[in-house]
């Protein structure tokens, strides 16, 4: 069983930053960060495999930047140039059962344990 606990969502200006985190308990192969906006369907954001490899929506490429402190066991976002477009609900996202062990994809269904959320509003 895996917890995962966001925080560091914040109502920001356009061009501003914010990081979030996630920490977690127990382990897992992968952990990654999704969102979710009003209507729209949840799109995976940056994932993780322990410290073997990365992979970021083009969305956000070069903007943002996923990292892990292991001795934590947390997971952080740390978002820069926020765009409106940025708002949303963002979950973190855990895989225990090796879904992404070969392939790393931003993919939901790889994930079987999510956090609460925390929300990011980015005003124009």
């Known amino acids: 069983q895996v917890q995962l606990v966001e925080s560091g969502g914040n109502s920001v200006q356009a061009g501003g930053s914010l990081k979030l985190s996630c920490v977690g308990s127990?382990?897992?192969?992968?952990m990654g960060w999704f969102r979710q906006a009003p209507g729209k369907e949840r799109e995976g954001v940056a994932v993780l495999r322990g410290d073997s490899g990365a992979r970021d929506s083009e969305s956000v490429k070069d903007r943002f930047g996923i990292s892990k402190d292991n001795a934590k066991n947390t997971l952080y976002l740390q978002m820069s140039s926020l765009k409106p477009e940025d708002t949303a609900m963002y979950y973190c996202?855990?895989?225990?059962?090796?879904?992404?062990?070969?392939?790393?994809?931003?993919?939901?269904?790889?994930?079987?344990?999510w956090g609460q959320g925390t929300q990011v509003t980015v005003s124009s």
């Open positions: 996202a855990a895989d225990t059962s090796g879904a992404c062990r070969f392939t790393l994809r931003l993919e939901a269904s790889d994930f079987e344990y």
């Open positions: 127990g382990y897992t192969y992968c």
